[in-house]
């Protein structure tokens, strides 16, 4: 009877908790939704600010909606480079069982719980070094950095999920374990990595500490690496910091917009996942 009540018991603490969670992220899209809803137009997606937008005059966000794309999806890239070749190198089938590989894992688990502004802070630190300006480029460096300990650990996880007797019959077929990772691994586990570069990428796109000091702001449209860059998250910051309630209405506007982005990108994202699974050997 104890067990049975204990049982009854976090259940319900479970079911609460997923209340809880669900519930705080459907008022947060109702209330973005709402008040977002209100402002949009098609001038807010298809122009760049005016001299006065943020004085309640006309224009848009495309140079903040351009921008934001541009730094995420450059990072993302560029993490993956790099988080891929890490991921498969903790693998036990290469360095995982190392104590060099403890330490990477240790310095990644680290790295994640960094808050972004210090990646930010770091990133300005090197682009002064360099001699940089705020630019797209800046940008890429420190979302990078934000992006890269969270690939690589979400894709460790998702490789070691990859049952060991695979692994084993594709030696005895004569595979080395480069063409093991490669053709087997790598595929059956193509749908976790796919959902671990989404993971990395919606925390680029919706970061604004890391490029708040990196990127800069812009009201042109990116067009070089080395020059300023807009960026969503800033738009609704500098926006909401008017004292102009239809600026603010906009601020909502671009908070919407930002949000349908990594809806659809999420959506999409899962799409690919079940095509890719669509002949795992796995399910």
Do not use: C
């Not at 808050?115 to 630019?135: C, D, E």
């Not at 797209?136 to 934000?146: E, H, K, N, S, W």
């Not at 490669?182 to 925390?203: I, N, Y």
């Amino acid at each position: 009877m104890r067990r049975r009540l204990e049982e009854v018991g976090f259940r319900t603490l479970m079911l609460m908790a997923l209340l809880s969670v669900v519930g705080a992220l459907m008022l947060l899209i109702m209330v973005v939704a709402i008040n977002g809803a209100r402002a949009l137009n098609w001038e807010m997606v298809s122009q760049v600010p005016t001299g006065g937008y943020y004085l309640a005059g006309g224009g848009g966000v495309l140079n903040a909606i351009t921008g934001s794309l541009a730094l995420a999806v450059t990072a993302t890239v560029v993490a993956i480079l790099f988080a891929l070749p890490v991921a498969l190198f903790l693998q036990s089938d290469y360095g995982g069982r190392t104590r060099f590989a403890v330490v990477v894992r240790t310095y990644l688990d680290l790295l994640w719980g960094i808050p972004p502004i210090v990646y930010g802070a770091f990133g300005f630190t090197l682009m002064l070094y360099m001699g940089l300006r705020a630019s797209l480029l800046g940008g890429v460096i420190a979302l990078t950095f934000v992006e890269l300990p969270i690939m690589a650990r979400a894709m460790e996880e998702v490789l070691r999920t990859i049952p060991r007797a695979l692994k084993e019959a594709s030696y005895a077929l004569g595979a080395t374990r480069w063409e093991t990772m490669r053709w087997v691994v790598l595929r059956q586990a193509m749908p976790g990595l796919v959902t671990a570069v989404l993971l990395a990428f919606g925390q680029g796109i919706g970061n604004a500490a890391a490029v708040l000091f990196t990127a800069g702001y812009t009201d042109n449209l990116p067009r070089s690496l080395f020059e300023p860059v807009a960026s969503l998250p800033l738009a609704v910051f500098f926006q909401l910091g008017t004292p102009f309630p239809e600026v603010q209405e906009r601020a909502y506007a671009s908070a919407l917009i930002l949000l349908v982005i990594v809806l659809v990108i999420s959506i999409k994202s899962r799409l690919l996942g079940r095509l890719l699974s669509k002949h795992n050997v796995l399910d």
